[in-house]
Structure formats: structure tokens, C-alpha cells
T-cell receptor, first 116, second 117 residues
Framework: DVKVTQSSRYLVKRTGEKVFLECVQD?????MFWYRQDPGLGLRLIYF???????EKGDIPEGYSVSREKKERFSLILESASTNQTSMYLC???????????????FGQGTRLTVV | GENVEQHPSTLSVQEGDSAVIKCTYS??????FPWYKQELGKGPQLIID?????GEKKDQRIAVTLNKTAKHFSLHITETQPEDSAVYFC????????????????FGTGTLLAVQP
């Protein structure tokens, strides 16, 4: 079974802190994603990576950065946490589809971040 | 930008009844439509998906139908059970202007399904 593991289930951080959310997948997937989940808004893509050191902004990248130094690990960084970044963060991975084919995303269990 | 609309946002059914969740999408090049179930405290998990070369797909009590002309697809759960209670998300894959795959999915806003015993 594919496993996507997020390092923390719950985090409480102070405004202005630098926050690191870590995600590891064990299926050698090329693609990795960070989503934010808020009630009534569904899953919104923050950043996407399709290879080591490669990244692409998603729909809501402001206030976030990412790092992918190794294929299995994708980190989300909140440079200076703010209260409006209180949310559920979900990491996902998928393998690279061939040609015109997109593929299933496998999700981690989520990290609920509270910024106070 | 491209989007996926999902209805209803909440759905309450009696155990044994059927539940239907509907989604519409805007990217005419979309050809992959997964459905995810998210139980409380967990990440979303794929329950069924359909590609645009078929109109319907079934897996036991779950079925998905796709109408590419109208750009909508639906999830049907028959004989609902309390363990079906969860949030369900539809998604559609996103393509570039020339039709190339982006490896990204656009998600609907979710449906909270409550199955009453």
C-alpha cells in the first residue's frame, strides 16, 4: 500500500514563527502536493512538485514556500505564520501519468495547524 | 480559472436509502474523475474513479456516471450504511491549453453525508 506520512497530526504555533510541515511518501512517486482544507472551500492547492528541486505554485501560494531536496520528501514552509493560516494541511503524492493521462492522488492523514 | 462545482454540501439519508452527489466541471479537456471519501480525522481516500472513455462504472454499492457532453458526473451510493457517513469530494483533472496533462486535480467543495440508523 502507498503510504504518505505527515510528521505531525496537530501543531500549535505563534504568530510570526517559521513553521515546517513535513511529508514523506514511500512509493517513489514523482508528483507531490500540498493542499489546504477549509470548511466550505474544499481542497485548495498551495504548491506542487513534479521532481526533485522542481516546484510550481498552486492556487494559493502566498505566505508559503516549499522544499523538495529528495524525491520522497516534500516540505511546506510558512515563513511567518499568521492566524489566517490556521487550517488543515494535506500532503499528497501521485505517479507521473503518461501522455495525456492524470493519475490518482494518495493523501496523508493531515496536519491541523493552529496559529495563535 | 477552471473549477469543479459540487452539490449538495450536506446530505442526510436514512440507512438503506440511496445517496447521490453531483459535480460539474469546466475544463473541457478533463478526462479523469476520481471520488474521495474523507472520514473524521483522516486524509481523503479514493473510492472510485472514471475515465472519459466510459459512461458508468460500478463497484459493489458505489457507482459513478459521467456525461461528457454536459460536463457533469455523479456518485451514487445504494443501500447506505452508517459507515458511509463521511465527507465526499469529487475532482477532475486539469489540462494545459493544448490538452497536455498537468498531473493536477481540481477538487469540489465537498459533501457531508450523514446516514441515520
Amino acid at each position: 500500500d502507498v503510504k504518505v506520512t505527515q510528521s505531525s497530526r496537530y501543531l500549535v504555533k505563534r504568530t510570526g514563527e517559521k513553521v515546517f510541515l513535513e511529508c514523506v511518501q514511500d512509493m517513489d512517486h514523482e508528483n507531490m502536493f500540498w493542499y489546504r482544507q477549509d470548511p466550505g472551500l474544499g481542497l485548495r492547492l498551495i504548491y506542487f512538485s513534479y521532481d526533485v528541486k522542481m516546484k510550481e505554485k498552486g492556487d494559493i501560494p502566498e505566505g508559503y514556500s516549499v522544499s523538495r531536496e529528495k524525491k520522497e520528501r516534500f516540505s511546506l514552509i510558512l515563513e511567518s505564520a499568521s492566524t489566517n493560516q490556521t487550517s488543515m494541511y494535506l500532503c499528497a503524492s501521485s505517479f507521473l501519468g503518461q501522455g495525456n493521462m492524470n493519475t490518482e492522488a494518495f493523501f496523508g492523514q493531515g496536519t491541523r495547524l493552529t496559529v495563535v | 480559472g477552471e473549477n469543479v462545482e459540487q452539490h449538495p454540501s450536506t446530505l442526510s439519508v436514512q440507512e438503506g436509502d440511496s445517496a447521490v452527489i453531483k459535480c460539474t466541471y469546466s475544463d473541457s479537456a478533463s478526462n479523469y474523475f476520481p471520488w474521495y471519501k474523507q472520514e473524521l480525522g483522516k486524509g481523503p481516500q479514493l473510492i472510485i474513479d472514471i475515465r472519459s472513455n466510459v459512461g458508468e462504472k460500478k463497484d459493489q454499492r458505489i457507482a459513478v456516471t459521467l456525461n461528457k457532453t454536459a460536463k457533469h458526473f455523479s456518485l451514487h451510493i445504494t443501500e447506505t450504511q452508517p459507515e458511509d457517513s463521511a465527507v465526499y469530494f469529487c475532482a477532475a483533472d486539469l489540462h494545459l491549453n493544448y490538452g497536455g496533462a498537468t498531473n493536477k486535480l481540481i477538487f469540489g467543495t465537498g459533501t457531508l453525508l450523514a446516514v441515520q440508523p
